[in-house]
């Protein structure tokens, strides 16, 4: 099961992925694995999730720092 946190930060990830026009595909290949992988991470009902270095690879590559997918540290999680 995601946590509260989990998907805080993939909703992130996915708004800024549609906000830049990219597809699941295209994050596919950002990450070098397949669109289903991006389809079980984005399904609240899969535990798949974004490892820290996918994180790293997705901010690289769309010009923004890892930290931008995460709530401020004053939030409640």
Do not use: A, D, N, W
């Given at each position: 099961m995601k946590s509260d946190i989990d998907l805080?930060?993939?909703n992130r990830i996915r708004e800024?992925?549609?906000?830049?026009?990219?597809?699941?595909?295209?994050m596919a290949e950002i990450l070098g694995c397949s669109a289903g992988f991006i389809g079980q991470v984005e399904s609240e009902n899969s535990d798949?999730?974004?490892?820290v270095h996918?994180?790293?690879l997705i901010a690289k590559d769309f010009d923004c720092s890892p930290a931008d997918f995460f709530?401020?540290?004053d939030s409640d999680f």
């Open positions: 805080f930060v993939i800024k992925r549609k906000e830049l026009k990219v597809s699941q595909r295209g798949t999730k974004y490892s996918q994180l790293y709530p401020s540290l």
